[in-house]
């Protein structure tokens, strides 16, 4: 199980969805993504897609208006 | 430690029945279909106005009316009053969900495509006269056809944007 990172501060969409959609294509099952954002749309659309795709999601304020999205990759 | 979970934002179906709402207020206060980049093409225009340049023989100006009623000018008119208000309401927001904060620019590279980005939405505002609120959003309900036109190309646009971006930009 490996431990992943994504820097998506200061950006707004749909980069973060695009780059969590590319980073989730090269890791295995199990392993862990931890995407750190502040922009608010993100914890909308990038928490539905990942749900849709039936993989593993949480999210927690960090900061003011500074997110960390949790991603288990389940399949 | 606050509640994080009770500041769930809302969905989006939420917030577009409130804009569909807000757009019938407006369309009913002012008379006239909401529009954003036509506020920006007003400010531009009045800042060159300021400079002392005549607008006014401008070609675009003399193809196309300006739109403004009579006694407007371009800094005082409805559209710059909505979008004064858009910028208070979401501050206001913001600072009532603590969540403002100042926001940096990640690289020279995400500059640069921001402003050739904006140019190219301006530019293209200005051909389609709207963005996706004048052309599309407020001529739907009009039942206009150019606003079913704008938004089919527009969905186009997006889906060719994400396919380059996800190819060559991230």
Request: hydrophobic residues 50%.
């Amino acid at each position: 199980m490996a431990i992943y990172e994504l820097d998506c501060m200061y950006e707004a969409c749909p980069i973060p969805l695009l780059k969590v959609l590319k980073k989730l294509n090269d890791m295995k099952v199990g392993d862990i993504l931890i995407i750190k954002t502040d922009h608010s749309c993100s914890i909308v659309n990038v928490v539905e897609w990942v749900e849709k795709q039936g993989h593993y999601i949480d999210y927690l304020e960090t900061g003011e208006g500074e997110w960390e999205i949790y991603i288990e990759k389940a399949k | 430690m606050k509640d994080v979970k009770s500041k769930k934002p809302w969905p989006y179906w939420v917030g577009g029945i409130l804009l569909g709402i807000i757009n019938i207020i407006i369309l009913f206060v002012t008379g006239k279909p909401w529009k954003i980049t036509t506020a920006f093409l007003y400010i531009g225009a009045g800042f060159i106005e300021l400079l002392g340049v005549d607008v006014k023989d401008w070609y675009y100006f003399n193809v196309y009316n300006n739109q403004l009623s009579l006694g407007k000018t371009f800094f005082n008119n409805e559209l710059i009053v909505i979008i004064v208000a858009i910028i208070i309401g979401s501050f206001l927001s913001v600072l009532y969900h603590s969540e403002f904060k100042f926001k940096k620019i990640k690289s020279k590279r995400q500059f640069l495509a921001a402003l050739i980005g904006g140019i190219l939405m301006g530019y293209g505002t200005r051909l389609s006269f709207g963005c996706n609120i004048g052309a599309y959003f407020s001529a739907i309900p009009s039942f206009s056809v150019h606003g079913w036109v704008f938004g089919i190309f527009m969905f186009v646009g997006a889906w060719i944007g994400c396919k380059i971006l996800f190819k060559y930009l991230l």
